[in-house]
C-alpha cells in the first residue's frame, strides 16, 4: 500500500479513537436513568444511539471484504428500541462495533478496493467516509444530550467556555 494510503488509515484510526472517547466520556458522565432517558417519544436516547451506532458498526464491518455491508440479520429498526438491553449489554455491543471498525482498518487490502453497502459499491476510501460522517453525526447528539441533561454539573469534553486564549497560550507555550 502507498505512503499516503497508509498515512489516510493511521488518520481514519485517529478520528475513530477521538470520536470513541468523545462518546464515551459523555456516557461516563451519566446516570443510568440519564443514559436511558428520552427526551420525546421521536427522540433518541443515549443508549438508542449506542445500541445503534453497534448495529451499524457490526454490520459494515464485520466480513466487509465478502459480504455486503447490511447484514441480512441486521434488523435496524430494532436498534431504536430498548428490549431488554442493559447498559452493560450495550457497551458490550459498542466494544464489539468498535473492534471491527478498528480490525477493519488494519485488513485494507487497498483503498480502491470494492465493497458492497445495501448491494451498492463503495470502496474502502467511500465506506470509511460514510462511517466516519455518520458516527460524528451520532456522537455529537449523544455529546448535546449528556451536556443537556448534566447542565451546571457538565464536565467539558473541550476547550472550556471563556478559556480559549488561555488554552491557545498553553499551546504555544509548548512550542
Known sequence: MDELSLHYLNTVRKVFTNYRNMAE??????SDEQFFFLLDP?????????KHLAGNMRSRW???LSEDGEKPDRHRDQE???????????MA?????WTLAFQALDD?????????????????????????AHVSYH??????????????DWQT???????????????????
Open 80 to 90: 431504536f428500541i430498548m428490549d431488554g438491553d442493559t447498559r452493560a449489554s450495550l
Open 108 to 132: 485494507v487490502p487497498d483503498l480502491h478496493y470494492k465493497v458492497k453497502i445495501r448491494g451498492e459499491d463503495h470502496t474502502i476510501l467511500e465506506a470509511i467516509e460514510r462511517q466516519i
Open 139 to 152: 456522537v455529537g447528539q449523544m455529546v448535546f444530550l449528556a451536556k443537556h441533561l448534566k447542565s451546571e
Open 93 to 97: 455491543a459498542w466494544e464489539k462495533g
Open 62 to 64: 464485520e466480513n466487509y
Open 157 to 175: 469534553l473541550s476547550i472550556p467556555r471563556n478559556q480559549s486564549q488561555q488554552f491557545n497560550q498553553q499551546m504555544q507555550d509548548k512550542k
Open 42 to 50: 421521536e427522540s433518541n436516547s443515549t443508549a438508542l444511539i449506542v
Open 25 to 30: 466520556k459523555a456516557m461516563a458522565q451519566l
